[in-house]
RNA sequence: CGGGGUGUAGUAUAUCGGUAGUAUCUAUGUUUUGGGAACAUAAGGGCCGGGUUCGAUUCCCGGCACCCCGACCA
């Protein structure tokens, strides 16, 4: 893509309204465009990003059986009723609106009590489970305060994976398969490193829930690592006996606070009692349906991921999730410098690989650079006078400090290996 | 929801009970071009409503919006 035409524009003040990383790096590079508190827009290219997380979530789960689909948003009283989850004084983050013949419907918080109803005309026999069924779909929260930027909002995308079992060991198969596929996506995304699967309360039907947590300073959530072991607990579970419980040693543990960018958990039969999701044994016998429920935030793991791999200059994207992988830029406003730098975005594009190419004009080689830096592409690739003179192209990665002269044939060898 | 704070050009900020200044951005021109270039010219502003006052962007009240701390996050 040319920069030329890409409407979006970098700013050079942080915006006097967001003090989280996250979103200031995100608004001054052109990401995402604040609508109102916790309501975020995503431009071309953070939209870019978002799609390439959905895509490696997509991967992971279709890779344990999941089937994607999209459930409405507008949900009907009726859904939620029977687990009592429609009173505002028991969910208090609804979004609650009216037909114009007064029925009364909801915008999604999310998705247990309707895709169970759905589920109904699907699943009647021992025949048809397991089954896992997961979706993007955007999830309406009234939140008292939105707050740290694109990482808690009102209006947000969210994967949600319902699994159908059987019974309880059924379920704990895919659960167990299920965490290995959160943790390639945290992997995947470029925060793996910094990712614990931590405990934390379970609720009602299992002791506990699993959540995965990303190390960062500016985390909503306190909890308690055990490096050796590559797991962590929730301050809000932390406790002696649940330590004992899980064979954990306290002088072990470090305090850290840390984001949630995943969560697991058990729901049992809790909505397919109450909403009536029976199947029949091979014996005939009838039995509810053994749920779980496994939610990701594209746009949380992305503000996460800037919150992590940032650094006074900007976006330090991994090239799993970066918008482009090549920023070529070219400087100077020589004919010959330009046509090079033009045949490059050619012979790149023709290979495939994704390229923002700065063909602005009328702008310094600072400006540019400054730019480059704050989107964060992983690679930058410069076309001057200089480094044709020089007898190529300078390359340099986004997470290192210098770059090196090279020619085309060896550039896109580079470009073409496999990433990650 | 409790507490605290802030609303001034597109953005970021300053000053002031009496003519609202700067930077950036935008437009035009000239010179620049390897780390956010220089000069010139131009365009662009007091959240909304009420009150006090000769006069309010400034003080007061209400509303709305936004931010922060806490609670909440089923």
Redesign the pocket.
Known sequence: MKQSNLFT????????????LNAELLI?AGFIN?E????YSYLPLGLRVIKKIENIIREEMNAIGGQEVTLSALQEKSTWEPTN?WDDD????WFKTKLKNDTELGLA??H?AAITKMMKSFIQSYRDLPKYVYQFQTKF?N???????IM?CREFVMKDLYSFCKDEKEHLEFYEKSKEAYKNIFKRTGIGHLTYITFASG?IFSKFSHEFQTITATG??TIYVDENKGIAVNKEVYNDEVLESLDIKKEDLVENKAVEVGNIFTLSTRFSDALGLKYKTEEGEEKSVFMGSYGIGPGRLMGTVVEVLSDD?GIIWPESIAPFKVHLLV???DNNVKESAENLYKDLSRKNIEVLFDDR???????K??????IGIPY?I??????LA?GGF?V?KRSEQT?KIIAIEELISILLEPSN
Do not use: N
């Open positions: 524009k970098t700013k050079k003040e942080s915006p006097a309204d967001e003090v989280s001054k604040k109102m508190a916790g309501v989850q028991q969910v208090d983050v918080v999310t247990e929260r939140e008292t305060r939105a707050k740290s930027g808690r609720g909503e959530d200059k400087l100077g406003e004009t009328g702008m310094s080689a600072g400006e650079f400054a730019d480059s830096d704050l930058r410069v076309v001057s006078k200089r480094s020089d300078e340099k770059g």
